[in-house]
Structure formats: C-alpha cells, structure tokens
C-alpha cells in the first residue's frame, strides 16, 4: 500500500477509488475508521474484498486498508 503523508495527521494510506464496473461509499472518506463499501454494476462479479476499513498500525502508526483490493470482472 502507498502512503500519502500528510503534515497534519501523518502518513495516511492511498485513497481507495471505485474499480472499473463498479461503485464505492466511503464513510469518512480517506480517514482513520473509515469504512469503505464495493458494489458491482449489473453484469459483473466482485473479485477481493467487499469492504475495507481504514486502521492505524500500532507499532509503525502509518494507516493501511484491511482486506484486498477490490475489482470487478465481467460475468
């Protein structure tokens, strides 16, 4: 995962984007215990994970997305 750094709050991780045939919601965007939800358009399958949160490592403190990146293929 690439972190951005960010003066303010620290490194945080790269913004999550909807994959291509699909959607995302986010519920405080690219910020600590925010929880990001994927859906697939009609025709296509999701492959990785349905729902990321993003955490804080206890021992580094750098943010990271649990789960897998997230796609959609075509059925």
């Not at 949160?53 to 990146?69: A, M, R, Y």
Request: glycine content about 12%; charged content about 20%; proline content about 7%.
């Amino acid at each position: 995962v690439l972190f951005a750094h960010s003066p303010a709050s620290g490194p945080m991780p790269a913004r999550l984007y909807a994959p291509a045939g699909g959607a995302l919601q986010c519920t405080k965007g690219n910020q600590y215990g925010s929880e990001c939800s994927f859906a697939c358009h009609d025709g296509h399958t999701i492959n990785g994970s349905d729902r990321r949160i993003c955490e804080k490592d206890p021992v580094t403190s750098l943010g990271f997305w649990t789960g897998n990146e997230t796609k959609c293929e075509r059925k």
